[in-house]
């Protein structure tokens, strides 16, 4: 009845879910055909591919989805037709049209059906049907076998999954096989491979759920023990190496049961953007759990006084202050590390709270509370621009360009509210354009600097940014690093400005007319009025070839092509 309801509640909100409504069937029929669909599929199931009656009706009653696309594809039901006729109209209908087997099945173990798969019959696969067999013999649920496809179910032969699962059992002994199923839901791996090549995570297994209560450990609540499972996983994937973390479990039943898997997720990317190896990140964490009490998102800090009042060097603090002063301002904690990262600072402040228990009060709400002191001033003038430019802009945009800076280490002050005007693009794509200009390799400082300076440089897509990257290194030959001498080499048109002037350029070079180079500042921010002057001052000539052959980017076109077949060696 729970999965009746279920998917009678999915056929009455077709509206909001986008599922079918059907329109085939005569309106007083629509609630008596989502349990005779359901009968008949699994009857189909169990006639066709001999399953086992739980089996068919698991795979039947969990796919309330497939069921309704399979109803919206039968041919329009007369309105005439008796209710009680329904159930033999559908049958006949399966036996005309085979039925796609694999989107019930996929629906059913917890996968969208429309997944990608060369299967349509559940027997395509000559060892699903027996592998799922196997799971659902040694106890693992049926809505969850999901987590086994394909690498298990379609990989690893049945005998095998029955042998390593015995294997298993007994290294884990007493645990019961709540435990060992939620095991191997959350690490597949333990069914992949042998039992030796998983030695470090058994015995991680061993003692988290060893040091759990003892009427914890003898509960059957699989998802008990897959909560264990997840949140280990999460600090393995943050870089504590397997092995290393089952004896803290026991003193962290708090953090592995009950804290939000986003919690832990949030405080392990804090500490890893602070500059700690994702090893130590995590068992910082679990040395430390009273980290997960602070809210990093309430705490306001003001920089650079917070930094001062935590220890750090005057001058050093100054310094980065002057270099980077859109930092300046107010924020909130959890952007503290965007905001060392931006200063260069993030080492030092490491080295005031590495030790962990009471340097863990600079991460208090009462240590920032004891001084409130924050630049009056700076304030002042970050409000009056923010009122002016929350007028011209819609407000909620701005806030939203607002919060991306502050997470990049930006502060509230009058450099970040110039900024804002001028960037085009919603918070997501500013930040994944910002990480990707990270992960080409352009240092964090820098970035920040020329973001402060030239914005618009988010304002381009990944493709963009990515074409100017190559052809400012590759064919320019210049490296990142330059990017702090010139930032608007990445502002200008690059088919359209830069590639067209630096082919004229390259032909003077060719032809022994240029004798220096010329720096990118010269050749690209100069107007075409100035750059037709140093052209003229290099040959009177040259303007005329200039406007004839090279501005246009069709002419240019044309001149490369020419230039390939020349020199046929430099492809």
């Given at each position: 009845?729970?999965?009746?309801?279920?998917?009678?509640?999915?056929?009455?909100?077709?509206?909001?879910?986008?599922?079918?409504?059907?329109?085939?069937?005569?309106?007083?029929?629509?609630?008596?055909?989502?349990?005779?669909?359901?009968?008949?599929?699994?009857?189909?199931?169990?006639?066709?591919?001999?399953?086992?009656?739980?089996?068919?009706?698991?795979?039947?009653?969990?796919?309330?989805?497939?069921?309704?696309?399979?109803?919206?594809?039968?041919?329009?039901?007369?309105?005439?037709?008796?209710?009680?006729?329904?159930?033999?109209?559908?049958?006949?209908?399966?036996?005309?049209?085979?039925?796609?087997?694999?989107?019930?099945?996929?629906?059913?173990?917890?996968?969208?059906?429309?997944?990608?798969?060369?299967?349509?019959?559940?027997?395509?696969?000559?060892?699903?049907?027996?592998?799922?067999?196997?799971?659902?013999?040694?106890?693992?649920?049926?809505?969850?076998?999901?987590?086994?496809?394909?690498?298990?179910?379609?990989?690893?032969?049945?005998?095998?999954?029955?042998?390593?699962?015995?294997?298993?059992?007994?290294?884990?002994?007493?645990?019961?096989?709540?435990?060992?199923?939620?095991?191997?839901?959350?690490?597949?791996?333990?069914?992949?491979?042998?039992?030796?090549?998983?030695?470090?995570?058994?015995?991680?297994?061993?003692?988290?759920?060893?040091?759990?209560?003892?009427?914890?450990?003898?509960?059957?609540?699989?998802?008990?023990?897959?909560?264990?499972?997840?949140?280990?996983?999460?600090?393995?994937?943050?870089?504590?190496?397997?092995?290393?973390?089952?004896?803290?479990?026991?003193?962290?039943?708090?953090?592995?049961?009950?804290?939000?898997?986003?919690?832990?997720?949030?405080?392990?990317?804090?500490?890893?953007?602070?500059?700690?190896?994702?090893?130590?990140?995590?068992?910082?964490?679990?040395?430390?759990?009273?980290?997960?009490?602070?809210?990093?998102?309430?705490?306001?800090?003001?920089?650079?006084?917070?930094?001062?009042?935590?220890?750090?060097?005057?001058?050093?603090?100054?310094?980065?202050?002057?270099?980077?002063?859109?930092?300046?301002?107010?924020?909130?904690?959890?952007?503290?590390?965007?905001?060392?990262?931006?200063?260069?600072?993030?080492?030092?402040?490491?080295?005031?709270?590495?030790?962990?228990?009471?340097?863990?009060?600079?991460?208090?709400?009462?240590?920032?509370?004891?001084?409130?002191?924050?630049?009056?001033?700076?304030?002042?003038?970050?409000?009056?621009?923010?009122?002016?430019?929350?007028?011209?802009?819609?407000?909620?945009?701005?806030?939203?360009?607002?919060?991306?800076l502050k997470s990049i280490g930006y502060?509230?002050?009058?450099?970040?509210?110039?900024?804002?005007?001028?960037?085009?693009?919603?918070?997501?794509?500013?930040?994944?354009?910002?990480?990707?200009?990270?992960e080409r390799g352009v240092e964090y400082?820098?970035?920040?600097?020329?973001?402060?300076?030239?914005?618009?440089?988010?304002?381009?897509?990944?493709?963009?940014?990515?074409?100017?990257?190559?052809?400012?290194?590759?064919?320019?030959?210049?490296?990142?690093?330059?990017?702090?001498?010139?930032p608007a080499l990445l502002c200008f048109?690059?088919?359209?400005?830069?590639?067209?002037?630096?082919?004229?350029?390259?032909?003077?070079?060719?032809?022994?007319?240029?004798?220096?180079?010329?720096?990118?500042?010269?050749?690209?921010?100069?107007?075409?009025?100035?750059?037709?002057?140093?052209?003229?001052?290099?040959?009177?000539?040259?303007?005329?070839?200039?406007?004839?052959?090279?501005?246009?980017?069709?002419?240019?076109?044309?001149?490369?092509?020419?230039?390939?077949?020349?020199?046929?060696?430099?492809?």
């Amino acid at each position: 009845m729970p999965l009746l309801r279920a998917a009678l509640r999915r056929l009455f909100s077709t509206e909001s879910s986008g599922t079918p409504k059907l329109r085939n069937l005569p309106y007083r029929l629509r609630r008596a055909a989502v349990p005779a669909a359901r009968t008949a599929v699994s009857d189909y199931l169990i006639s066709t591919r001999y399953l086992p009656s739980s089996h068919a009706d698991s795979i039947a009653g969990l796919a309330p989805r497939s069921l309704l696309d399979f109803l919206a594809g039968i041919p329009a039901v007369p309105s005439t037709l008796p209710s009680s006729d329904l159930p033999s109209l559908l049958r006949r209908h399966l036996s005309y049209h085979p039925l796609n087997e694999l989107p019930f099945f996929l629906e059913s173990i917890g996968l969208p059906p429309s997944i990608d798969s060369d299967l349509m019959f559940l027997n395509d696969h000559p060892s699903l049907l027996q592998a799922v067999a196997v799971l659902a013999h040694f106890g693992f649920p049926w809505s969850r076998l999901g987590l086994l496809f394909p690498n298990v179910l379609l990989q690893v032969p049945p005998d095998l999954i029955s042998a390593r699962l015995v294997a298993l059992e007994e290294c884990l002994r007493p645990l019961l096989r709540a435990a060992i199923i939620a095991a191997c839901l959350a690490f597949p791996s333990l069914i992949e491979n042998d039992l030796s090549s998983s030695a470090p995570l058994v015995d991680d297994l061993r003692r988290a759920y060893g040091g759990l209560d003892p009427d914890l450990g003898a509960s059957n609540d699989i998802d008990m023990f897959l909560r264990v499972c997840r949140r280990m996983q999460m600090f393995y994937d943050a870089g504590v190496k397997i092995g290393s973390i089952g004896g803290l479990v026991g003193c962290n039943q708090r953090v592995f049961l009950e804290l939000k898997e986003e919690l832990i997720g949030e405080r392990l990317k804090f500490f890893k953007s602070l500059g700690m190896a994702g090893e130590e990140a995590g068992k910082y964490l679990l040395s430390n759990p009273g980290v997960f009490d602070i809210d990093f998102d309430d705490v306001v800090i003001s920089v650079p006084e917070y930094l001062r009042r935590v220890g750090l060097v005057d001058d050093e603090v100054d310094a980065a202050v002057k270099l980077h002063p859109f930092v300046v301002g107010r924020n909130r904690l959890k952007n503290l590390p965007g905001v060392l990262r931006a200063m260069g600072l993030s080492h030092r402040f490491l080295e005031k709270i590495s030790g962990g228990g009471e340097s863990l009060r600079y991460l208090s709400p009462d240590f920032v509370a004891e001084d409130a002191s924050y630049d009056l001033e700076v304030e002042r003038a970050f409000l009056d621009r923010m009122v002016k430019v929350k007028a011209e802009k819609n407000v909620q945009l701005v806030d939203a360009k607002l919060e991306f800076l502050k997470s990049i280490g930006y502060g509230e002050n009058k450099i970040a509210t110039h900024v804002i005007p001028v960037l085009h693009s919603t918070q997501e794509m500013l930040q994944e354009r910002f990480d990707y200009l990270l992960e080409r390799g352009v240092e964090y400082t820098m970035l920040c600097r020329i973001v402060s300076v030239f914005p618009k440089v988010l304002n381009q897509g990944k493709e963009m940014l990515n074409e100017k990257l190559n052809y400012m290194t590759l064919e320019l030959g210049y490296s990142l690093e330059y990017l702090d001498c010139f930032p608007a080499l990445l502002c200008f048109d690059l088919e359209n400005r830069v590639k067209p002037r630096y082919a004229m350029l390259r032909w003077l070079q060719e032809y022994g007319l240029l004798k220096r180079p010329l720096a990118p500042a010269t050749v690209l921010a100069n107007s075409e009025k100035k750059f037709i002057s140093n052209l003229y001052n290099v040959h009177p000539a040259v303007p005329k070839l200039w406007l004839e052959c090279f501005s246009s980017r069709i002419h240019m076109e044309c001149y490369l092509k020419n230039i390939q077949h020349q020199h046929p060696d430099n492809e």
